[in-house]
Nanobody, 124 residues
Framework: QVRLVESGGGLVQPGGSLRLSCAAS????????IGWFRQVPGKEREGVSCMTSSGGASYYLDSVKGRFTISRDNAKKTVYLQMNSLKPEDTAVYYC?????????????????WGQGTQVTVSS
């Protein structure tokens, strides 16, 4: 059973940092792209970043470029999202997901497996 579990969220002051983790289990292999998404209540879920199976960062949301960095540790079957210089507008529930494909898709509907999400709150 494919499972993704996010962790690392929390409350942080503006300008602070958090590192989110997305741990995968139940995969027969780990040769898949993993994406990070976020959602604010009342708004659509949006793609934040994605990393291909080979370790290339496929994209970053414009508003997080230069502040967020995606990485992966295949030995641990974990993808990370390092978030620096956090802003109040980064407050959201962050999800990771996979489409069980080596490349990144941009459409949310292409992703078959989602984690439960982790709350990130940026506030003073």
């Amino acid at each position: 059973q494919v499972r993704l579990v996010e962790s690392g969220g929390g409350l942080v002051q503006p300008g602070g940092s958090l590192r989110l983790s997305c741990a995968a289990s139940g995969f027969t292999s780990y040769d898949y792209a993993i994406g990070w998404f976020r959602q604010v209540p009342g708004k659509e879920r949006e793609g934040v970043s994605c990393m291909t199976s080979s370790g290339g960062a496929s994209y970053y949301l414009d508003s997080v470029k230069g502040r967020f960095t995606i990485s992966r540790d295949n030995a641990k079957k974990t993808v990370y999202l390092q978030m620096n210089s956090l802003k109040p507008e980064d407050t959201a529930v962050y999800y990771c997901a996979t489409a069980l494909f080596r490349l990144c898709y941009r459409e949310l509907s292409d992703y078959d497996y989602w984690g439960q999400g982790t709350q990130v709150t940026v506030s003073s």
